[in-house]
C-alpha cells in the first residue's frame, strides 16, 4: 500500500524528481555534530546501495543541514536555521521506505498584532523512495537516483505542510486598533468604537444633533 500522505502534500512529481542527489566536491568537508548528526551541502543525500541489496534491511540515519527558502506566504523557517532528519530507511522489493520525524523552527509575524511569534515544529514523515520515484509510472513516491536517495526533497515538503496558515502569538491576541494602529495587547486607546456598518443606513436617517453629532 502507498505511504505517502495522498491527499495532504502540496508537491509535484515535476519538484520531487528535479532535485537528484548532488555529487559532493573533492575535498568538500563534513562537519559531525552531536550523535554523528552531519551538517553539509549534500548532508540530506543517503547512500543505498548495500541497503538495497538485503530485502527487509534497515538502517537508522540523522542528518542535519540547511534547506535555502524554505518557507511560505504566512511562516518561514528563519534563514541558516538547520532541518533535522531523524529516520529509519528499510528495503524492500521496489525501494526504499522511510519513517521518522522532520523538526526545525519557524518564525512569522501575528497575524491580529504584526508582532513576531514562532515555535519549533516536528512532523512525522513515512514516505517511499523508489527508482521510479516523481514520475507517471510511480507519482507518489520519492525518487532514488543511482545508488542514492534524497531526504531534502521529503523534509522540505514535510515542513511546509505543517507552517501555521494563520499565525497567532496568543490564542487571545486582542490585535491592533483598525484607527490609530495602538496594540490593544499592550493597552488600550482613545478611538470611539466604530460603528458597525450594517446600521449605516439608519444613521443617516438620524436627525442632526442626535447622539451628540452635529
Not at 568537508?29 to 540530506?44: E, K, N, Q, T, W
Not at 541558516?80 to 529516520?87: C, I
Not at 484607527?179 to 495587547?185: D, K, T, V
Request: hydrophobic residues 35%.
Amino acid at each position: 500500500m502507498p505511504m505517502s500522505r495522498k491527499g495532504s502534500s502540496t508537491r509535484t512529481s515535476t519538484e520531487r524528481g528535479r532535485r537528484g542527489p548532488t555529487p559532493p566536491s573533492p575535498g568538500a568537508a563534513v562537519a559531525a555534530g552531536p550523535a554523528g548528526i552531519r551538517s553539509a551541502p549534500d548532508a540530506f543525500v543517503v547512500p543505498v546501495a548495500a541497503l538495497r541489496r538485503t530485502v527487509g534491511a534497515s538502517r537508522h540515519e540523522v542528518r542535519r543541514g540547511i534547506i535555502e527558502d524554505l518557507g511560505a506566504v504566512t511562516a518561514a523557517v528563519p534563514d541558516g536555521e538547520p532541518v533535522v532528519v531523524d529516520v529509519t530507511l528499510a528495503s524492500y522489493p521496489g525501494g526504499i521506505t522511510v519513517r521518522g520525524t522532520v523538526s526545525t523552527r519557524w518564525v512569522a509575524e501575528c497575524r491580529r498584532c504584526s508582532g513576531p511569534v514562532g515555535s519549533e515544529v516536528t512532523t512525522v514523515v513515512r514516505e517511499r523512495f523508489t527508482p521510479e520515484g516523481g514520475t507517471d509510472r510511480d507519482e507518489d513516491a520519492y525518487p532514488i537516483t543511482g545508488n542514492d536517495l534524497d531526504l531534502e526533497p521529503m523534509a522540505r515538503d514535510a515542513v511546509l505542510l505543517e507552517l501555521p496558515l494563520a499565525p497567532l502569538c496568543a490564542p487571545d491576541c486582542r490585535g491592533l486598533c483598525p484607527q490609530c494602529g495602538a496594540n490593544w495587547n499592550v493597552g488600550g486607546c482613545e478611538c470611539a468604537p466604530a460603528r458597525d456598518p450594517r446600521w449605516s443606513a439608519l444613521d443617516a436617517l438620524r436627525e442632526p444633533g442626535e447622539d451628540g453629532l452635529a
